[in-house]
T-cell receptor, first 112, second 113 residues
Framework: QQQVKQSPQSLIVQKGGISIINCAYE??????FPWYQQFPGKGPALLIA?????SEKKEGRFTISFNKSAKQFSLHIMDSQPGDSATYFC???????????FGTGTSLTVIP | GAVVSQHPSRVICKSGTSVKIECRSL??????MFWYRQFPKKSLMLMAT?????????EQGVEKDKFLINHASLTLSTLTVTSAHPEDSSFYIC?????????FGQGTRLTVV
């Protein structure tokens, strides 16, 4: 059973545009929601993360929006650049030291 | 940020041989490490949770005798793929948590020929 559902599977955005990736979860015990960026042949790297007591978190061009009542969270990439082309995974976990549950991934392509 | 180093990054081995992959937390101690397997264009699939000083916890469907995990110290966990077969070819990634955050190794591309 997929604990975290992610959409879309792939996304093509023009340079300078906004990329939006959505995730939904069922387990209300989750208390940490990170987004990871992965380039081909590399391990995932933490991009930005949020806890459920905050509705939005912004770091540079990256913003997480979190809707606790809807059990959804999303990643917004402003002013998307070709260098942002990668696969993005959302994840969720409950408590420190426990496993992460990953979304299925979104392949983002930013065209010049 | 914290660094997790995984070695080797690529390995090719013959069918029937064993391969060991190392995962080290370079600047922090990790009582728990995680091993994932990733197929092309797919998500990370948790294989097992490696606990320092005790037996690993394997996910359902993962063969314990095939994927041997050893977490002998607070900074090192190893995954040994025993009697490797071509279907074991995949991208293996380790991870360690520091507080709420998780840090990933750079992954190991295993090809069994």
């Amino acid at each position: 059973q997929q604990q975290v559902k992610q959409s879309p599977q792939s996304l093509i955005v023009q340079k300078g545009g906004i990329s939006i990736i959505n995730c939904a979860y069922e387990n209300t015990a989750f208390d940490y929601f990170p987004w990871y960026q992965q380039f081909p042949g590399k391990g995932p790297a933490l991009l930005i993360a949020i806890r459920p007591d905050v509705s939005e978190k912004k770091e540079g061009r990256f913003t997480i929006s979190f809707n606790k009542s809807a059990k959804q969270f999303s990643l917004h990439i402003m002013d998307s650049q070709p260098g942002d082309s990668a696969t993005y995974f959302c994840a969720a976990s409950k408590g420190p030291g426990n496993q992460f549950y990953f979304g299925t991934g979104t392949s983002l392509t930013v065209i010049p | 940020g914290a660094v997790v180093s995984q070695h080797p990054s690529r390995v090719i081995c013959k069918s029937g041989t064993s391969v060991k992959i190392e995962c080290r937390s370079l600047d922090f101690q990790a009582t728990t490490m995680f091993w994932y397997r990733q197929f092309p264009k797919k998500s990370l699939m948790l294989m097992a949770t490696s606990n320092e000083g005790s037996k690993a916890t394997y996910e359902q469907g993962v063969e314990k005798d095939k994927f041997l995990i050893n977490h002998a110290s607070l900074t090192l966990s190893t995954l040994t793929v025993t009697s490797a077969h071509p279907e074991d070819s995949s991208f293996y990634i380790c991870s360690a948590r520091l507080g709420t955050e998780a840090f990933f190794g750079q992954g190991t591309r295993l090809t069994v020929v």
